[in-house]
């Protein structure tokens, strides 16, 4: 059986991880899978989740936890196990990392959002949150993206500013700015992309101010968390979710719904994107991800080929 750790799995290039994300979207269009429902527990503010899922050659199931008090103790918020399996003898193949590969299967999702859902013209983007996802839909952000100007914002100026060195490394010509408030971030930006697991909107606006911009949801995966305030998805032209899931797994869906039923005739699955483009020039975009475990699988199965490939990771008796 093979073993990646972070770093090989690091070793990947980012077109590889996002086509991955572009075919869970075609099979999802084709429904040739089997994804049983998101099993999630918590204990207190502490959640477990489990994420099963089959098609095709191979079968997999992420195990994650997310404890947001863990940063206090200088460890990462979100851990996991990633195991993929043969679905013909159920065999299992790899082990993997499964913070990196959530940190990478859902930094390519938002980096999805952003090519579907936004003009190609765009100079200006925020993102909100310096954290592991933060890094991530910021890298994917601009794999995708010709950004002239990055506008972040943190309550932790240090991550923000540590965040800010790291893209620095890779990304080049741009000016990054650290914002002193959300609201700030969200005025001067053309694209807004939360990553925080925030139980209150991060700012307050009137919907006037939230026209022609397009906002991605990255970080609320649970009814009592919300990122962005009602006004944001009441301004919205329309409404994309990854999975029909969101609807009742994320405040930032959840909670506006309650208040107007209305706003449910806006909510399409993204995968509708695949077959006809919606984007409208100036249009007012809402994008809710909770992810799901096809992500998982259409990932790690890429990552298990081509470590396969390249003679990337270690073999270890099972």
């Known amino acids: 059986m093979l073993f990646l750790n972070k770093s090989e799995i690091q070793k990947l290039g980012q077109n590889i991880i996002q ?6 979207y075609e099979i999802m269009l084709s429904k040739d899978y089997h994804m049983p429902d998101r099993m999630h527990t918590s204990d207190g503010q502490n959640s477990l989740l489990l994420m099963p899922c089959f098609s095709g050659q191979y079968f997999s199931t992420k195990l994650v936890s997310v404890f947001p008090e863990a940063v206090k103790h200088g460890q990462s918020v979100v851990n996991g196990v990633m195991v993929l399996f043969d ?53 994917y952000l601009l794999f995708n993206r010709r950004i002239e100007t990055l506008y972040l914002y943190d309550v932790n100026l240090e991550m ?38 925030s139980h209150t909107p991060l700012f307050n606006a009137e919907s006037g101010a939230l026209r022609g911009k397009t906002f991605i949801s990255i970080g609320s995966y649970r009814p009592d968390m919300q990122e962005f ?5 009441e301004a919205a032209d329309a409404v994309f979710v990854d999975t029909l899931f969101a609807v ?14 209305a706003i ?22 809402f994008f809710k991800s909770v992810g799901m475990g096809l992500f998982d699988l259409t990932v790690s199965s890429a990552i298990y080929d081509m470590a396969l490939k390249k003679k990337i990771g270690q073999i270890i008796d099972f």
Request: glycine share 10%; net charge positive.
């Open 19 to 24: 086509t991955s994300i572009e075919k869970a």
């Open 248 to 261: 009742d797994e994320s405040g930032d869906i959840a909670t506006p719904l309650k208040k107007q039923a």
């Open 160 to 197: 923000a500013g540590k965040m800010i060195e790291k893209l620095k490394q890779e990304f080049f010509g741009i000016d990054y700015v650290i914002t002193k408030t959300a609201a700030e971030l969200v005025e001067k930006s053309r694209l807004i992309i939360a990553a925080t697991i």
């Open 87 to 139: 679905n013909i003898s159920g065999q299992p193949l790899a082990i993997m990392d499964g913070a990196a590969i959530t940190a990478q299967r859902t930094g390519a999702v938002g980096g999805l959002g952003v090519k579907f859902l936004t003009s190609e013209k765009i100079k200006t983007a925020g993102i909100l949150g310096a954290g592991v996802q933060g890094f991530s839909q910021a890298r």
């Open 264 to 285: 449910r005739e806006k909510i399409k699955e993204f995968s509708s994107l695949f077959e006809k483009n919606t984007y409208v020039e100036n249009s007012t975009i």
């Open 229 to 233: 305030p009602d006004s944001v998805i």
